[in-house]
């Protein structure tokens, strides 16, 4: 057995099998590069799903966490840390926003925002208690809690998990006209994804998102964006909403915000929101707004910030998706993005096999739902190490 077949068969044993992961064991990382335990060298174009939009282990992000690991680690929120503060500053600096609130997980920074939308709507619009409508699209993916799943549309996510959270209507996505529709006297919030990442890099017609802007502002519903994985310099912006000029009224976070050391998450939104829903005690996670998290996240800003990565992310998505619709081959059915973040979608179900080829030619990346593969290496990749990578990739699809 090789070194990867132990890992594997050990991970086989005592893991629940919860994911489907490619059949190589990483145990190194540098940059935009991973070394797999038999040391052989990738270049990563998944970014651990846009969480490492920095690179691995930049040395700023590192020093940041060691230089707090030496003095805070922890306090919980019974006591204050110095870090907080300074970082929400930043922060709010950063997104124009009056408040943040920080959590860990993705998940935790959605479920954050449709707590504070339902009190929002029952404490200031009046809504009958327990009635709170929010609307999601269909083929969103917001994480995996019981509330979160209870919204999702795809049957893996949900099958044998119910009871289900009540409280959610499920409209197309790229639809203004179903969101206009949808909305009734009890809805409070519409939760969308500016670009749909895990169903395969769904991008919206152009507008969409600013027609939803004048849709919630309208009916006077909150706009919530969830930009888990299209925030931070992702898309080619430093939020993906910022193509369009949107200002949602809550943002969602995570991901990238912790430089893939680490996982922060949180919600940024103005006061009429922040204060009407959040008093002490009613929220809250033992590590959100840690110390050692804000230090990693205020480092991981800066990267993003001083590196102008949103800007390099665009310049390169568009070099990237030019040379990938010039690959010849009859079954690839479309390429679109936005910035680094790419999906190639074929005619059938052959995603999987073709990252299996790509990643035994030393490129990482990952199929979602079978027939598209998403490409989202980290923002600091060259123009010539892109080029590299669409020399591999361009010879194993064609
Ligand atoms: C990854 C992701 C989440 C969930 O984040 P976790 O940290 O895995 O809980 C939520 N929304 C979007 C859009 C995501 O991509």
């Given at each position: 057995m090789t070194k990867t077949e132990q890992f594997i068969s050990e991970v086989d044993r005592?893991?629940?099998?919860n994911y489907h992961p490619l059949p190589i064991v990483i145990s190194k990382a540098d940059g935009i590069w991973v070394t797999d335990v038999e040391g052989k060298k990738y270049l990563d174009m998944l970014s651990a799903y846009s969480a490492v939009n920095q690179g691995h282990r930049h040395p700023k992000i590192i020093k940041a966490m060691i230089d707090q690991a030496e003095r805070l680690t922890l306090t919980s929120r019974a006591f204050h840390n110095d870090k907080m503060g300074p970082f929400l500053s930043k922060l709010t600096r950063l997104t124009g926003y009056d408040k943040g609130l920080l959590m860990n997980t993705g998940a935790e920074a959605v479920e954050t925002a449709i707590k504070a939308a339902r009190r929002w709507g029952y404490n200031e619009k009046g809504i009958p208690e327990n009635q709170a409508k929010i609307i999601v699209c269909d083929g969103n993916f917001h994480g995996r809690t019981t509330t979160i799943v209870s919204f999702s549309t795809d049957p893996t996510c949900r099958t044998g998990f119910g009871p289900f959270t009540p409280g959610f209507k499920i409209i197309p996505y790229d639809d203004p006209a179903a969101l206009e529709n949808a909305i009734d006297a009890n809805t409070i919030a519409f939760l969308v994804e500016p670009i749909q990442g895990e169903a395969g890099v769904k991008v919206p017609s152009e507008g969409y998102l600013k027609k939803c802007r004048e849709i919630t502002k309208e009916r006077g519903i909150l706009l919530i964006c969830d930009e888990i994985q299209t925030g931070f310099g992702r898309t080619g912006r430093m939020f993906c909403s910022d193509w369009e000029n949107v200002r949602p009224d809550i943002i969602c976070m995570g991901k990238a915000m912790g430089g893939g050391v680490y996982p922060v998450s949180g919600i940024v939104a103005d006061n009429f929101i922040m204060e009407a829903a959040f008093s002490p005690g009613n929220h809250g996670s033992t590590f959100g707004g840690n110390p050692m998290a804000c230090a990693i996240a205020s480092a991981s800003i800066d990267v993003i910030v001083d590196e102008h990565l949103p800007e390099r992310a665009m310049e390169l998505g568009e070099y990237f998706r030019k040379e990938l619709r010039?690959?010849?081959?009859?079954?690839?059915?479309e390429v679109r993005g936005k910035g680094l973040l790419t999906g190639l979608e074929f005619k059938t179900n052959c995603a999987h096999d073709y990252s299996l080829k790509l990643m035994k030619n030393g490129v990482l990346a990952k199929d979602t739902h079978g027939t598209t593969i998403r490409f989202a290496p980290p923002?600091?990749?060259?123009k010539k190490e892109l080029a590299d990578a669409l020399e591999t990739i361009t010879r194993e699809l064609a």
């Open positions: 005592v893991s629940a099998h010039k690959i010849d081959n009859p079954n690839i059915k923002l600091v990749i060259t």
